[in-house]
């Protein structure tokens, strides 16, 4: 048996800590060991809004049709974070963002945006559905959609406008979107397309966005890209960043938080508590790995995997799965 | 052909394809093809009701596309939009075998309410013709950026507080509003033509929604000169000319931008350009 010291690789050195929070310019909260949690206060130029979470879901209940799907959900979302939001096939993913959004019917408990109901708040929250599926003879280009995203729900004829015009090239710069801004969107690749959805939810400047399953049927680049940029916004633009992902492997560098949902229930936590084989393979009732190859951090499903009591991964000797011995 | 008595059949005819390219251009965005096929067929009963009551025809077939607009809409929620159509469609037509047979109504009469009069347009029928438009073109103008998100994008127009079944309604009742006012003039299988087959092309030409738009209102109109321009003529049923025209420019459409497409284009596809590579190197078997 050969024991993998998973965290190592991922362990964040003091420097490190005082530079993130610096980008963020936010208090960061640093799950680094479970004893202690350290918190990280810096202080910045953005004092004021520093301590204000800017989601902050508390013992949200929703049900339909008489099935309990969600049962006193509490959580909170700080600028500059990236959180993962994980759980099985129907655990309520999806409705959790849709109540976030204010088109979920009937949720019991409190959700705030900045403050906000979700509802008054809808030009503070971007939301990227699940896979859309675009006609290739749509008669529309990227440029349009995101124009979209910024005046869609307006009334009447849209007048030429050179700051709807920059609000526009701005979201698409702040997703790298410019070369096929011109395209019709149906032509593109399911990655570009990916993006422009993207820009069409930033438009309007968002303090939070919310992704259901953005990487789900992109390829191993367009995956890693996305994951790319969505560390990018929350670090650089100070976005707040909820997102859905069966497939967490490309999120992994990039994600500082993750809330998970089972029966109903959510728990949050900082990656390194909740990315462990024994926390993983309980939530989503399968054997999951997590090993460590070539200096990152893999999630596997694993049939055959063992789990020591203190949660670590032991490889059985002459597994093909790979790992330092 | 520019006789007076055919004045009012060009301009009735201009306006009743301008409306229904512009209604078109979301009917094809939406996808509500069927539907589009269902509400005039579902209104066609509405003349012979209103010969039954003695009133004027308009009011007839606005009463049965009101009927058939609410239907569509309640039964479009409970789940598919095609099975609505359908049954909404069946349903009217069997109310409509019953009205026709209650009525005395000869067969010359059932047969241009489906194909058209177009050559029997009097100054009189201009005027409803004329109001309607301005209310379906005033409804479009304002409910344009809504309308168009909602139909190629729900879910992001959801996430925009754009109710889907507000949008749905209005559009149904501007679509209706079109149907009414185009059935006595065209007949109820033309208004069919003109709001799918100019739109579809267009949509396959042009990439901008707005000249997309203009472009399946251009079409339509073409289409309908060339139609009448034929049939008077030839003495050929106008229908027979509107139908084969809409299939051949959707043929012609698709064809071009074929074309377009594989002579003009790059070679690459634009996606694989300004995109750096990162070569991450392979896994040795015997690592590990």
């Known amino acids: ?325 | 052909m520019f006789d007076t008595f055919m004045i009012h059949t060009w301009i009735a005819s201009t306006i009743i394809a301008a409306t229904a390219g512009i209604l078109g251009f979301f009917v094809v965005l939406r996808r509500s093809a069927f539907a589009a096929h269902a509400l005039p067929l579902a209104t066609f009963p509405g003349a012979a009701a209103a010969q039954l009551l003695g009133i004027q025809p308009l009011w007839g077939l606005l009463g049965f596309v009101t009927i058939a607009v609410v239907l569509l809409h309640q039964l479009q929620k409970l789940g598919r939009k095609d099975v609505a159509a359908g049954l909404v469609l069946v349903t009217l037509l069997a109310v409509g075998s019953l009205l026709l047979s209650m009525t005395n109504t000869y067969a010359p009469a059932v047969f241009s309410l489906l194909f058209g009069q177009v050559l029997g347009v009097s100054a009189a029928d201009l005027w409803p013709v004329a109001v309607i438009a301005s209310v379906v073109l005033i409804g479009a103008m304002g409910l344009y950026r809504p309308l168009l998100l909602q139909s190629a994008f729900p879910e992001l127009a959801l996430s925009r507080g754009i109710s889907a079944g507000v949008i749905d309604i209005l559009f149904l009742a501007l679509l209706g509003l079109v149907t009414a006012m185009a059935m006595p003039v065209v007949g109820a299988l033309l208004v069919f033509s003109l709001l799918i087959a100019p739109a579809a092309a267009a949509q396959s030409l042009s990439a901008r929604p707005l000249q997309a738009l203009l472009l399946a209102v251009m079409f339509s109109m073409g289409m309908i000169w060339l139609a009448i321009a034929l049939s008077f003529w030839t003495n050929w049923p106008i229908g027979f000319f509107v139908g084969t025209m809409g299939a051949l420019l959707f043929t012609s459409a698709r064809m071009f931008r074929y074309i377009r497409h594989r002579w003009f284009s790059t070679g690459l596809p634009t996606t694989m350009k300004n995109q750096s590579m990162k070569l991450i190197p392979a896994a040795q078997p015997g690592e590990a």
């Open chain 1, 1 to 325: 048996m050969a024991r993998v010291d998973l965290w190592n690789p991922f362990q964040r050195t003091d420097e490190e800590v005082l530079r993130l929070a610096g980008t963020y310019g936010e208090v960061i909260t640093m799950h680094e060991d479970t004893s202690s949690t350290a918190l990280v206060t810096i202080p910045s130029h953005h004092a004021e809004a520093s301590c204000a979470s800017v989601l902050a879901v508390e013992d949200l209940t929703v049900s339909i049709g008489g099935r309990l799907l969600l049962q006193g959900v509490t959580f909170a979302l700080q600028p500059g974070q990236l959180c993962g939001l994980i759980g099985e096939n129907g655990a309520g993913k999806t409705t959790l963002l849709r109540s976030l959004i204010g088109v979920q019917p009937s949720p019991h408990g409190q959700v705030s945006i900045s403050g906000l109901a979700p509802r008054k708040s809808r030009d503070l929250v971007g939301y990227v559905p699940q896979k859309i599926n675009f006609a290739p003879d749509l008669p529309l280009r990227v440029y349009d959609l995101v124009q979209l995203g910024c005046d869609g729900h307006r009334l009447g004829p849209r007048w030429f406008s050179r700051r709807l015009h920059q609000q526009v090239q701005a979201a698409l710069d702040a997703v790298g979107a410019q070369d096929f801004a011109y395209q019709r969107i149906g032509e593109l690749s399911g990655g570009q397309q990916q993006r422009a959805v993207i820009a069409h939810a930033l438009a309007r400047r968002p303090r939070l966005l919310l992704l259901d399953e953005p990487l789900a049927n992109l390829d191993f680049r367009s995956a890693n890209e996305l994951a790319g940029l969505l560390g990018h916004l929350t670090r650089v633009h100070g976005l707040a960043v909820l997102v859905t992902a069966h497939d967490m492997n490309p999120l992994l560098p990039v994600m500082d938080h993750i809330v998970y949902l089972a029966k109903g229930r959510a728990a949050s936590g900082g990656v390194r508590e909740v990315v462990q084989s024994a926390t993983l393979s309980k939530l989503y009732g399968y054997p999951v790995a997590v090993i460590e190859y070539g200096g990152r951090v893999l999630v596997l499903p694993h049939a055959d995997a063992q789990i020591g009591e203190d949660g670590c991964y032991l490889m059985p000797n002459g597994s093909a799965s790979g790992g330092p011995a």
